[in-house]
């Protein structure tokens, strides 16, 4: 999971599929998230994002990291919150095959899955930023990232 800072969206969206999955054999997921900004490396995720996962009933430990190239070679997707984040982790794509690894988390929530990642309409598959924002904003951001996990896992269900 890859957003900005990594203390926001990327760790809601971990914290969600790492506890989606714990128990899963086959495959088995491993999770981890990161941001493509440097700015908040070795923190905790944002007060406000963790609340809003806990109130969920998501148990999730998170220590903020950059996305490096290297992390193509050590996870099969990579999931991105919007296009700025999609246009900096593909810059560190070394090959085609690292670039085909790299998705919008969104593109898997089912009521979006007709709409093409190219296209003028991608904006609709961004999670939107809600840093120093409302609560709601988090609560909001976090039903966008379940409906999407929900889709990547009847997507991986179907393999």
Known sequence: MVCMGNIC??????????????EWKNPKITVESSGTGAWHI????????KKVWESA?????????????????????????????FSNVIKLADSTESEN???YLR??????????PESEQFYEL???DPYNQTIEAYE??????EHAVDGLLQEL???
Not at 107 to 116: E, K, N, P, V, Y
């Open 9 to 22: 969206r990327s760790p809601m969206a971990a914290a969600v599929l790492a506890n989606r999955t714990s």
């Open 42 to 49: 070795g923190q905790g995720p944002h007060p406000t994002a």
């Open 57 to 85: 009933g998501y148990s999730y430990s998170h220590t903020a990291r950059q996305f490096q190239s290297s992390d193509f070679h050590a996870f099969d997707l990579i999931l991105v919150m919007d296009s700025s984040n």
């Open 101 to 103: 690894k790299v998705f």
């Open 107 to 116: 593109s898997f929530d089912a009521s979006l899955s007709t709409i093409d």
């Open 126 to 128: 961004e999670v939107p």
């Open 140 to 145: 909001e951001t976090l039903i966008m990232i």
């Open 157 to 159: 269900s179907n393999r």
